[in-house]
């Protein structure tokens, strides 16, 4: 796969972000591009402007780990942007087809084995989700249905966090951070797309959102990856109301390219109080679910 436009946006919107100040270097006058020039990231990574001007081009194929690492250096890439930089050369080189992990389940085709999903239910103090790298929800515990109300009532958001964030009103009353929710879901798909250049699933989901989503077209030309960690989130529920989160994200073994992430509140706080009164509206609304079940109405 030709992955060249990719490699040359990529590394001139890392570029442009750098300013001379902050490579050390005199900002000058009358500059005519944002961030750094060719000639400043080629000096600030030991290699001919020439040379680093093919890779700009998008010519990453036989580029050694020692080049990528002075381009990485020169760019301040964070670790996120590191690896991208590494899956994208690989890509180039065709060894991508012997790293990359096999083929990322989707809702419609994966079922998670009964280990996981005891792992899930045994989670109560908190929401837990398995995702793929397409921000497709897999699996969740029961906390977890309850906390993504408003995306598993809607059948064209397909479980896929990305489709709820940019496509979905309900999202801009879910998240108060809206901004930041659709940067970071851009991000993590940008680096997905980077991961595995050859996913269609995540080609086709990535141009729906570009043609139905204005906000999702910006955000993505700006190339930016994330790698969802570890951090804290802000919440609107609509029937508990507002919640501070944090939330740890795990890589998992046995099934790779998917992880777990798993919400959960500071002690003693509201947000705790919160998760627990959502617990029990949610275990009210199964039990009723389940005697309507056990006796229909006639």
Same mark, same amino acid.
């Given at each position: 796969m030709d992955n060249r436009e990719e490699v040359r946006e990529f590394l001139t919107s890392r570029r442009a972000k750098i300013t001379p100040e902050r490579a050390g270097l005199p900002a000058g006058s009358r500059r005519r591009v944002p961030g750094l020039r060719r000639s400043e990231v080629a000096a600030l990574a030991d290699m001919s402007v020439e040379y680093y001007a093919k890779l700009e081009r998008g010519n990453l194929a036989g580029a050694s780990p020692a080049v990528l690492e002075?381009? $990485?250096?020169?760019? !301040?890439?964070d670790d996120a942007e590191r690896a991208h930089l590494l899956h994208l050369a690989q890509a180039a080189d065709g060894s991508d087809a012997l790293t990359r992990p096999r083929r990322r389940p989707?809702?419609? !085709?994966?079922t998670p084995h009964r280990s996981l999903q005891w792992t899930l239910d045994a989670i109560t103090g908190g929401p837990a989700i398995v995702c793929n790298g397409r921000m497709d929800?897999?699996?969740?515990?029961? #906390?977890?249905r309850a906390f993504y109300v408003d995306l598993f009532a809607t $059948?064209?958001?397909?479980?896929?966090? $990305?489709r709820f964030n940019f496509l979905d009103p309900a999202s801009r009353r879910f998240y108060p951070d809206w901004e930041l929710f659709g940067g970071m879901a851009v991000?993590? *798909?940008?680096?997905? $797309?980077?991961r595995d250049p050859h996913d269609k699933d995540l080609h086709d989901l990535i141009g729906e959102l570009s043609t139905r989503s204005k906000e999702f077209r910006t955000r993505w030309g700006a190339h930016d990856v994330r790698r969802h960690g570890t951090g804290t989130k802000r919440f609107h529920h609509p029937a508990v109301g507002d919640l501070t989160l944090a939330y740890e994200s #795990?890589? *998992?073994?046995?099934?790779?390219? #998917?992880?777990?992430?798993v919400y959960t509140a500071e002690p003693g706080s509201p947000s705790e109080e919160g998760l627990r009164l959502l617990a029990s509206l949610a275990a009210t609304e199964d039990t009723g679910a389940d005697r309507a079940a056990r006796h229909p109405t006639t």
């Open positions: 002075a381009v $990485a250096r020169a760019l !301040q890439l989707t809702t419609r !085709q994966w929800i897999l699996a969740a515990n029961p #906390l977890a $059948a064209d958001n397909q479980r896929n966090l $990305a991000a993590i *798909l940008r680096r997905e $797309a980077g #795990l890589d *998992l073994a046995a099934e790779p390219g #998917l992880h777990m992430t």
